[in-house]
């Protein structure tokens, strides 16, 4: 596979997963390879694998500071978790039943990981007990409401809190909750979620009111598939799983032998190597890194105080952009950082944790988070510096540049945010540009591109297709120093002329075309020439004369763009390239063409190169002032790539049915070509 990007891959979300250290790799391998048996067995080979075992529990026991307590391996957290709470719901149906007095709330923090609360609704149902769930509140650092759990505390049968967060690294005061449960609520059961705690904090738990407590290996350089339950002594305790009596008939089925052995690995070297670092260095380590973000993201928000989260995380958002946007940046350079949990990043939802510390929208759904786990390397750390610095110079490669096609001042940039599609015609020699449509949530964004390009507002105009149009639009103008709203707006101050006459953007001239009710179409064209329609929500049967291409405010046949002609493929699909099959069609297409979709500052970041060949930088921003260019030569096959393939996908789309049969998507993208 020939290496996509210029920039190597610095890992940067180790709070999801980390790489499994050498050390625990050659571990592994050797309970696979000559410690292979079976740990239940009697024999030689059974009992070098039952060392293994016994080698890996103590380490833990020594490293948990576990005293009497129950050590035992499961798959990873969420099986400890389930376990856990199995268990107190189990004891606490067994009070209920004996008529013994018991809370009647399972309480868990508001910023809990999913698999908590999931897991006390599943068997609080399954198991009939009635009990009420209840979030306990965060304050704005995220850390626990203790008034609250003090009057919660007294009604409280279990309680479920955190070590730090996975998301903002906040580190729970758990002195300060386990005294409230000492002196209000005694005999609730408690659970702490220690996931990242491991390498990063000090444990003791026997020493501790802590009733259960899950780790996972994957956490800290072992594999996927390993966690730890910590059990205090004389806590409650009902298997998950039962069978053929493994872990001392507490947690059955063959025990993960590979696993285990890589997880004693990584605790030998916790225990007694120098592999990690300590508190002090990787606090300055964070901020090295917190110093690089905030010289490259001026106006910067860190969503959690530093001082209150592990020295290994830092969550944050910056004004204007969304977190797709900074990922996407990131990435590029090689930089692999999150929105937040893994587990939950893919639904692309506002962080919950971070609206339960009362955060704004914007930093809640601009969330990104970087970590680095406690091997990390002064060099590593200046590394990552160094490229966080260098996506903030790339993310001022301005979107409203000249075309990377033709060199012309004259562009049209698409601006989308929450399914709504705006567009900026511009043109730079002349020093002036339009704004159609442009969504609310971009508005100090789209302020900032014209402001930095130094360009004159003709007028900011809507469609009448966007309910929150007229507000989209005061916000623009009051971001670009207009503070007109919509109710005042004299149609001079950027809106339509006064006397009525077109605008001139350079060359080319936006007319007014209304055609019902209050709704409003525009057409951008030279002279003698046909142009571009602004249709807002129009369906396909509205094309005003000579409009060659209609640009829509929302997705339109799954496009924010279509040609004016009847669509030769309406429903049909981007043609699809596997990444495998990339090399052979460039070898056996020489005059194909790579076009990268990524946006200007990503390609600024890190530039695109497949199997020898560099891609032309053209953004899906960008493509629709560039699809004449491109069905220009219908004959030459276009191969589009994007960081994971969805972006190249709505491009090669859009050239189908604008009629480019040879247009292409490859599969996954540059992640995986």
């Known amino acids: 596979m020939s290496h996509a990007f210029e920039a190597d891959e610095l890992y940067l979300d180790a709070n999801a997963t980390s790489p499994v250290l050498p050390a625990a790799i050659a571990a592994a391998l050797d309970a696979m390879g000559g410690r292979f048996g079976n740990p239940s067995s009697s024999h030689a080979a059974g009992l070098r694998a039952k060392q293994i075992l016994d080698d890996t529990r103590a380490r833990a026991r020594r490293i948990l500071q576990a005293g009497p307590g ?194 004693g690995a990584v605790l030998a070297e916790l225990e007694e190597g120098d592999t990690f670092r300590s508190h002090a260095e990787m606090t300055g380590m964070r901020d090295r890194l917190a110093a690089a973000l905030a010289d490259a993201f001026p106006g910067i928000v860190f969503n959690a105080p530093l001082k209150h989260a592990l020295p290994t995380t830092l969550n944050f958002a910056v ?11 990131f990435d590029a350079a090689g930089l692999r950082v999150s929105a937040g949990s893994a587990c939950s990043a893919a639904r692309a939802a506002p962080s919950y944790v971070l609206a339960a510390m009362g955060l704004p929208l914007w930093c809640s759904s601009g969330a990104v988070r970087l970590s680095f786990g406690p091997s990390a390397t002064a060099a590593f750390i200046e590394d990552a510096c160094a490229r ?10 301005s979107l409203l540049a000249p075309s990377s096609l033709s060199g012309a001042a004259y562009g049209l940039l698409q601006v989308s945010a929450e399914g709504r599609h705006g567009w900026i015609a511009f043109d730079l020699e002349a020093g002036v540009c339009v704004a159609i449509d442009p969504p609310l949530a971009l508005a100090p964004r789209i302020a900032s591109l014209i402001g930095a390009r130094g360009l004159r507002v003709a007028a900011v105009l809507g469609t009448g297709a966007d309910p929150d149009g007229a507000a989209a639009r005061a916000a623009l103008r009051a971001a670009l120093g207009h503070g007109v709203g919509e109710a005042q707006a004299d149609p001079g101050v950027l809106g339509w002329p006064a006397d009525g006459a077109d605008i001139a953007i350079g060359s080319r001239t936006l007319t007014r075309l209304p055609f019902a009710d209050t709704r409003m179409a525009y057409l951008l064209a030279a002279p003698d020439a046909d142009g571009i329609a602004f249709t807002g929500d129009a369906g396909s049967a509205y094309r005003p004369p000579r409009a060659a291409l209609l640009c829509h405010g929302v997705d339109i046949d799954g496009l924010a763009f279509r040609t004016a002609a009847a669509a030769r493929d309406a429903d049909g699909a981007a043609a699809q390239l596997a990444p495998a099959a990339l090399a052979p069609f460039l070898q056996a297409h020489p005059d194909a063409l790579l076009v ?30 560039h699809l004449e260019h491109l069905l220009a030569t219908p004959e030459r096959p276009l191969v589009f790539v994007c960081r994971s393939g969805n972006r190249s996908a709505r491009a090669a789309l859009a050239l189908r049915r604008a009629g480019h049969a040879q247009a292409w998507t490859v599969v996954g993208g540059i992640a995986l070509a």
């Open 70 to 263: 129950r050590v035992l391996f499961t798959s990873g957290a969420t099986e400890g978790i389930q376990t856990a709470v199995l268990s107190a719901l189990c004891a606490i149906r067994e009070r209920i039943a004996a008529g013994d007095t018991c809370g009647d709330l399972l309480i868990y923090g508001a910023t809990e990981h999913k698999a908590v609360s999931e897991s006390l609704a599943h068997w609080n149902r399954l198991l009939g007990t009635g009990l009420t769930l209840q979030a306990l509140p965060v304050d704005a650092d995220g850390h626990h409401r203790l008034d609250i759990l003090r009057e919660l505390a007294p009604r409280a049968a279990m309680v479920c809190t955190m070590a730090a967060n996975n998301e903002t690294g906040v580190i729970s005061d758990l002195d300060g909750i386990a005294r409230t449960l000492r002196e209000h609520g005694p005999r609730a059961y408690w659970m702490v979620d220690c996931v990242q705690a491991l390498g990063k904090l000090p444990l003791g738990l026997a020493d501790t009111r802590i009733d259960y407590a899950p780790f996972s290996g994957h956490k800290l350089y072992a594999p996927k598939g390993i966690g730890i339950l910590y059990v205090r002594d004389g806590a409650p305790y009902t298997p998950l799983m039962i069978g053929g009596g493994q872990e001392a008939g507490q947690r059955s089925g063959t025990e993960n032998m590979a696993g285990i052995a890589a997880l």
């Open 319 to 329: 004004p204007g952009m969304a977190s797709k946007e900074l990922l996407d940046l």
């Open 388 to 397: 966080i610095r260098h996506c903030g110079q790339a993310l001022r490669a």
């Open 596 to 625: 990268d979709v990524r946006e200007q500052p990503e390609a600024a970041a890190g530039a695109c190169r497949l199997h020898g060949r560099a891609a032309l930088n053209l953004p899906l921003s960008r493509l629709a002032e």
